[in-house]
């Protein structure tokens, strides 16, 4: 399809271990976001990529969350030593900004992955 | 401070009736995009609606609308003739044009239809 692809929909893991999660966005997009969705709240920012400029990161619960997106394409969010308040829905999303970056282009999301830390 | 307020958490409406979805927002921007976002149980994102700071007209797609009054910076989405699969979470997000590019999401309306 078309959209945005996120892989696994669902983990669970054990506290304390890694979790790597993984965003294919639209072709063509340039920029990417990723949220985190904990149970009945709305959307959290957490890191946002727009083409070759530094990731706006400021979003970033803590330092065991970091996040990649390599060639401009696919990215991956990585949640190390993870605890259970980590666990909720990630979601990401992808929009075309381009030069000057319209604001009214909509963010086009995932189907998400459910983290769930035991 | 909240960016976004919704302060409706849940709504009901009976079917082929209209529904308005509250929400206000905080910034010093003069340029910003206002947006409604639909969420099923399903639990996708779906983009319904945009507003921008300086459009001069309500924005309106299908069933949707937005009642915009900038000066009360609220943002209000109406939706006309209700049906049974407009049950779901609502959010409305901005981003501003000086901040980061990111939406910003308000706590969102459970909206609940009922025929």
Redesign the interface.
Known sequence: GAGVSQSPSNKVTEKGKDVELRCDPISGHT?L?W?RQSLG?????LI?F?GNSAP?K??LPSDRFSAERTGGSVSTLTIQRTQQEDSA?Y?C?SSF?GTG?R??Q????G??TRLSIL | AQK?TQTQPGMFVQEKEAVTLDCTYDTSDQ???L?W?KQPSS???I?LI?Q?SYDEQNATEGRYSLNFQKARKSANLVISASQLGDSAMY?C?M?E?MG?????????TRLQVQP
């Open positions: 920029a976001y949220y709240q709305g959307l959290e920012f946002y727009q706006d400021s979003g829905v979601l999303a900004l970056g604001l009214s909509p963010q086009h999301f189907d998400g | 976004i340029s910003y995009g947006f976002y639990g996708e994102m983009f945009y921008g959010f997000a981003r044009d980061r590019r990111a939406l910003t999401f308000g706590s969102g």
